[in-house]
């Protein structure tokens, strides 16, 4: 029997009821819990029986309501909404008027409270958003005012006749509910139902349009099952998601099925095959917060990648959820589950799934609002905005006048209150009280370490003058540099500001390097400037002490220095990876490039500090770093721009042995002295570790 066919199979009907939570509704927020229904496109019998009532608000089914069903919910006080397909024509008033009419009968007589108008489609090409508006309101207004009526969207589907807003406040529609699953499909590739970045990136999108409260996730009990074109059986030892090239599912609305080798798995039957297979080691994938595992089809010689989300990684998604204020969340569908297997381990592993939303429930949502203004001052020369950038990056007190401090980035500092500055900055990084902005708490730093990030390009600002006006958004290391005061012996009081900072850049930016190793110059970008669209570049960034150089505010004798990869135009939506590696030799490769397309590499190669071939990284002074991301902006609000949301990232550092006893709770700051970034409403930020231990990841969005 071939692996694969294991995640065909519908799970086992069951007949044993589980211990539900403890968890009331005594939060105000909706639980949306899908079923397919006994009558249903997929017969699961009654497995509604077994679904924890107590941490639910409403069941949705996916067909006709079972009266069983409506009867116990509503002794649990639990609402019953029908899912709905509107594929009528919508322009057709006659249709409108029979489809209207045969739901609000279909509710009075079934007692339904409601239903959720779950697809749009077959509609002909003069159908508009305002065509279904109009419908929707009409089924609304049939109904009486105790029923609720909702709208499904699929994610990444918020255009065409999906006129959210309308819906909202012409419609009188109850919620949004975001379908957050599926993108293999949308994306074409072998790849998680839905990561996080994704799903907070929709939210986003959606809270533009709509309240937040008004919007529901409802996330997957299931799995998708590639087919891979590569055989290796290699690919069975991976510890990292191995490439797998497989033909793009095919959704046909006409029999709601997948063609294809690419098909969805329950959860349950992923449960089977490793339970049959106890070879298959699932693994976890912290930078989309889902588990993977890797089986062969022996009979075919094939390999799968099996993406699918369980109680660790629902859990994880379920509180991004509640960080960003939505109204509720939900599941999709809880038939996924063998509720029927009659071993402990799946009745705890379906007890964990259902307790999954409990971190949704006590999840606070956390507001950041920041009101006070940014200076507006600005400068029309270069010259003054590299000296602006240099002096912050100095890390330098105003009235220091006996030189630049060696400057060790794992101990304390304090700066004065900068007042009257145009720069705003809001960072996040490992705890460290009363660190700079670009700093954190101290990190080793060894060979085959891993420091990286996935972040979203923002959509460009509605407004942005891009000659005034800049826009950072970075993970950056900062490393121990040496100054007047010795602090790196390696370097004899040589340079100073160690900063390795790959960037996603917008405006009047500094992208640009010229001149040979050891005498490297801030230079114009090797595309327009200002950049007028989002580009992302790799950089290094350091100072060589120079006592006939130019004199900086400090009093002391420095040039800048600045070495630059390739400048690369980038858009919003895209993900971008950033990745810190220290060779075995004491190269430093600091890379940066569109996820999907690394093919557009942008590379600093950092054989030594300062690129100076007398020093090595491999030097006791360089073994520790501290890593960070900030949001850096220049000349924004009020006159020039507003800052870009969201940003969303997450940042993942791997270690190499175990235990990890430095790992640190991620935290957000503004840059204490520095003015604060504007236009900061929602933050979100978590912190989690690897199941072996080994690997830490923020996972942060501000929106």
């Known amino acids: ?82 899912a709905v397909v509107l594929d009528d024509d919508v ?29 749009i489609r077959h509609q002909n090409s003069k159908a508009t958003s305002s065509d279904v508006i109009a419908v929707v309101q009409s089924l609304k207004l049939a109904l009486n005012k105790t029923q609720t009526i909702s709208v499904a969207v699929p994610a990444g589907k918020i255009s065409g006749l999906y006129d959210v807003h309308g819906l909202v406040s012409q419609a009188g529609v109850d919620n949004i509910v975001l379908l957050a699953f599926d993108t293999p499909v949308a994306l074409k590739q072998a790849m998680p139902n839905i990561d996080i970045q994704t799903i907070q990136q929709e939210v986003h999108s959606l809270s533009a349009k709509v309240e937040v409260s008004k919007i529901i996730v ?46 969805r798995a329950s959860y349950a039957s992923i449960r089977h095959l490793m339970a049959k297979t106890p070879s298959l080691k699932p693994a976890y994938d912290n930078s989309t917060q889902t588990s993977w595992i890797i089986a062969r089809d022996s009979d075919n010689d094939s390999n799968h990648l099996i993406w699918y989300d369980d109680p660790k990684s629902l859990s994880l998604k379920y509180s991004s959820c509640g960080s960003l204020g939505v109204g509720g969340v939900g599941v999709w569908t809880a038939d996924n589950v063998d509720y029927n297997s009659p071993t402990s381990a799946d009745k705890d592993d379906i007890v964990a799934m259902w307790k999954s939303l409990d971190s949704f429930l006590q999840t606070e949502n956390v507001h950041h609002v920041r009101h006070q203004k940014l200076n507006t001052k600005s400068s029309s020369s270069h010259d003054t905005h590299n000296k602006i950038r240099a002096l912050r ?51 080793p730093v060894a060979p085959k370490m891993q420091f990286s990030s996935r972040a979203v390009v923002p959509p460009l600002p509605s407004t942005f003058v891009f000659e005034r006006a800049t826009v950072y958004n970075y993970l950056n290391l900062v490393m121990p540099d040496d100054g007047n005061s010795d602090k790196t012996g390696n370097t004899s009081g040589y340079g ?69 990869g390739k400048t690369i135009p980038v858009f919003p939506g895209q993900i971008i990876v950033t990745n810190f590696t220290l060779l075995e030799n004491g190269t430093w490769y600091l890379d940066m490039y569109a996820e ?10 950092v054989d030594h500090p300062y ?11 360089f073994n520790h770093t501290l890593v960070g991301a900030c949001n850096e902006v220049y000349n924004l609000q009020p006159r020039y721009g507003d800052v870009p949301r969201p940003w969303i990232m997450n940042i993942t550092v791997k270690a190499t042995q175990s235990p990890v006893s430095w790992f640190s709770e991620w935290s957000v700051n503004e840059g204490g002295d520095q003015c604060p970034v504007v236009g900061l409403q929602n933050v979100s930020l978590n912190t989690v570790l690897s199941d072996d231990g080994l690997e830490q990841t923020a996972i942060f969005s501000a929106l």
């Open 91 to 119: 322009t057709n008033s006659s249709a409108v008027a029979a489809w209207v009419q045969l739901l609000t009968m279909s509710a009075a007589k079934k007692n339904l409270d409601g239903y959720v108008v779950q697809d």
């Open 393 to 443: 990056r100095a890390r330098v007190p105003k009235r220091h006048n006996v030189g630049i401090p060696g400057y060790d980035p794992c101990e304390k500092h304090t700066h004065e209150e900068n007042a009257g500055c145009s720069v705003g900055l809001m960072c996040l990084s490992p705890s460290l009280p009363e660190a700079l902005h670009e700093s954190g708490q101290c990190y």
């Open 496 to 564: 100073f500001m160690n900063q390795f900072v790959p960037q996603l850049m917008l405006g009047e930016a500094l992208c640009g390097s010229t001149g040979p190793i050891g005498d490297y110059q801030t230079g114009s970008c090797d595309i327009i400037n200002p950049l007028t669209t989002w580009v992302i570049q790799s950089q290094y960034f350091f100072g060589v002490l120079n006592k006939s150089g130019i004199p900086d505010p400090a009093g002391v004798s420095w040039v800048a220095h600045a070495v630059t």
């Open 596 to 605: 999907g397309d690394k093919q557009q590499l942008s590379r600093v190669q």
């Open 1 to 82: 029997l071939l692996l694969f066919l294991l995640l065909l199979e519908n799970s086992s009907l069951g007949i044993k009821a589980l211990p539900t939570s403890s968890i009331g509704k005594e939060t105000g927020k909706e639980i949306f819990i899908y079923t397919t229904g006994y009558d249903g496109p997929i017969d699961n019998g009654d497995d509604w029986q077994f679904f924890d009532f107590q941490m639910c608000t409403s069941v949705v089914t996916m067909g006709p309501a079972p009266s069983g069903l409506v009867s116990i919910a509503h002794k649990k006080n639990v609402k019953v909404l029908e």
């Open 218 to 263: 409802v996330l997957p009990w299931f799995g998708w099952n590639f087919r891979c074109s590569e055989s290796e059986t290699s690919m069975l030892l991976a510890k990292e998601v191995p490439p797998c090239n497989a033909n793009p599912p095919h959704f046909n609305s006409y029999t709601a099925s997948f063609d294809g080798w690419n098909v």
């Open 611 to 621: 690129m100076n071939p007398k020093f090595s990284w491999l030097h006791p002074d």
